[in-house]
């Protein structure tokens, strides 16, 4: 069992920089493909970025590609998210997810733990 812990929202201008953290707890962390997610008020959550927990490839959803960076620090049991150029539409609650194995991908429905998300607000 792994249980995400997210950090680093907050409020930024257009065009400023934040970095996500998500600090996952288990012993079985490094069998889990960790993904980042995001819902703003009114839509539903949608897929942001992934890590494959065997060989660290990176998956990225078009709107934030060239401007976001996910990566791991197996070490520290924990999933950061470089994001840069940030713009309003970024404004959204941001999750971290930990699915088992390599197989987990895009969907919502394929992750098994979640963290209660932290806040990331962009200001025009």
């Known amino acids: 069992q792994v249980q995400p812990v997210e950090s680093g929202g907050g409020l930024v201008q257009a065009g400023g920089s934040l970095r996500l953290s998500c600090a996952a707890s288990g012993r079985t962390y490094m069998m889990y493909t960790m993904s980042w997610f995001r819902q703003a008020p009114g839509k539903e959550r949608e897929f942001v970025a992934r890590?494959?927990?065997?060989?660290?490839?990176?998956d990225y959803a078009d709107s934030v590609a060239g401007r976001f960076t996910i990566s791991r620090d197996n070490a520290q049991n924990t999933v950061y998210l470089q994001m840069n150029s940030l713009n309003p539409e970024d404004t959204a609650v941001y999750y971290c997810?930990?699915?088992?194995?390599?197989?987990?991908?895009?969907?919502?429905?394929?992750?098994?733990?979640w963290g209660q998300g932290t806040q990331v607000t962009v200001s025009s």
């Open positions: 997810a930990a699915g088992y194995g390599s197989r987990p991908g895009r969907r919502v429905l394929q992750y098994d733990y």
């Open positions: 890590i494959n927990y065997a060989d660290g490839t990176t």
